[in-house]
C-alpha cells in the first residue's frame, strides 16, 4: 500500500525531465518522470546520507562536461 504520491521539486518547472520522488511501505522510491517504469527504492537513511554529499557538492563533477 503506498503512503503518499509522486513529487518532484519546484525547480524542475514545467519540464518532465525531473526525478519525483515518494514514499511507499517504509522506504523512499525516486523516479525519472518521463521513464516512469524505473522506480529505485532505498531507505530515508541512505537518501538522507546522498544529499548531505550532494548538498556537500561531492557529485558536482557528474553536472559538468568536460
Not at 525516486?30 to 561531492?58: H, N
Request: aromatic share 6%; glycine share 8%; net charge negative.
Amino acid at each position: 500500500m503506498l503512503n503518499s504520491t509522486w513529487k518532484k521539486s519546484s525547480y524542475s518547472g514545467a519540464n518532465s525531465d525531473c526525478i519525483e520522488v515518494r514514499t511507499a511501505e517504509g522506504t523512499v522510491e525516486l523516479r525519472e518522470s518521463d521513464e516512469g517504469d524505473v522506480v529505485v527504492r532505498t531507505t530515508r537513511l541512505r537518501l538522507a546520507a546522498f544529499l548531505q554529499g550532494a548538498k556537500a557538492g561531492e557529485f558536482d563533477h557528474l553536472t559538468t562536461t568536460p
